[in-house]
């Protein structure tokens, strides 16, 4: 195969994006569960995200901590504040409080977009430790946050970053062999990997990518940044604990790219993959860790289309 080459769009992480929504907003650009969101709608999610933040003085260089699952209001958080030239800082949902502390204080952060189903975990620490905190909370906002900004397809651009050397996002580790630590990445960094990695795998506009992945985290985070950068549809799958769901989705949605790790990976190869139509993935990948040679050998053996691919990477 011819390898795909992509010229960069601009010197954002965010630009890409952007210019995909400017050339094909009538397509479908996320799925999450019976939610179908197009470009023209996700821009309009993140142009009123990004306009209320920037009335409440957010702006260049600000922590923001995007405190949220997988979904769709997550997406369209982390482009609002990359396109205010804020730092987006992401946690997953499976996050504690000890860790979401820490991450608070360690960030200074000027603001938290979160979710009322997380409620339990971060509104006693933000309680304890920033009352004063200016929180955006998705769902049913508890007293004293403010409710999920609306969608604004008219919201005014804001002067966004000032170099592409500018902080983009903090990502910190898991924190295994101490506090988790934030990984500084620039808008130069991100989009040389972002671009790097979906020549590599020569990922198409015309891709669907099943996302079960926890986007908070580097290999998941680049899944949305690429297929999205590309124009390409992302399946927002928060389901990896059901595999046999998670299976059905991926058979409905006729994705054709799905990045997993071994214990995914494990869990999916218990149960028989052929009562399930997978005949439209065309790439699998693995990461995180070396997936087993026999877990290897039963993937190539169940979906002989598909090219699959061991990866590593570094955070950084």
């Known amino acids: 195969m011819t390898l795909i080459e992509f010229q960069p769009d601009g010197p954002w992480v965010h630009s890409a994006f952007e210019a995909r929504c400017r050339e094909r907003p009538d397509k479908t650009a996320l799925v999450a569960g019976e939610l179908r969101v197009s470009y023209a709608d996700l821009a309009a999610r993140v142009g009123g995200i990004a306009a209320e933040l920037q009335a409440a003085g957010i702006g260049r260089g600000d922590r923001v901590l995007l405190f949220l699952d997988g979904s769709v209001e997550f997406v369209a958080a982390l482009h609002a ?46 309680m304890d430790l920033l009352a004063t905190l200016p929180t955006w909370c998705q769902g049913e906002a508890p007293a004293g ?8 397809a008219d919201a005014p651009v804001p002067p966004g970053p000032d170099s592409p050397a500018d902080l ?34 020569q990922l198409r506009p015309d891709d669907v990518i099943g996302l079960a992945l926890p986007p908070s985290f580097s290999y998941g985070l680049y899944q949305v ?83 699959l691919l061991l990866m590593y990477g570094l955070t950084e």
């Open 168 to 201: 983009a996002a903090l990502i910190y580790t898991s924190g295994t062999t101490g506090q988790p630590k934030g990984v500084m990445l620039s808008h130069a960094n991100m989009c040389a990997a972002r671009r790097s990695v979906q020549a590599y795998l």
């Open 225 to 307: 940044l690429m297929g999205l950068g590309l124009g390409a549809t992302v399946v927002l799958e928060n389901s990896a604990a059901f595999p046999v769901r998670l299976l059905q989705r991926l058979a409905a949605e006729r994705v054709t790219v799905f990045p997993g790790v071994p214990t995914l990976w494990a869990s999916l190869l218990a149960l028989d993959l052929s009562r399930h139509d997978l005949g439209a993935l065309r790439l699998i990948t693995n990461a995180a860790a070396a997936l087993p040679a026999a877990h290897a050998l039963r993937l190539r053996e169940c979906l002989p289309q598909a090219r």
């Open 145 to 152: 946050t403010q409710p999920w900004p609306a969608a604004r």
């Open 81 to 126: 504040v990359l396109r205010l030239g804020a730092v987006a800082v992401p946690l997953g949902s499976q996050t504690k409080a000890p860790k979401l502390a820490h991450v608070l204080a360690d960030t200074g952060a000027a603001a938290l977009l979160t979710q009322a189903s997380l409620a339990p975990v971060w509104q006693a620490v933000r």
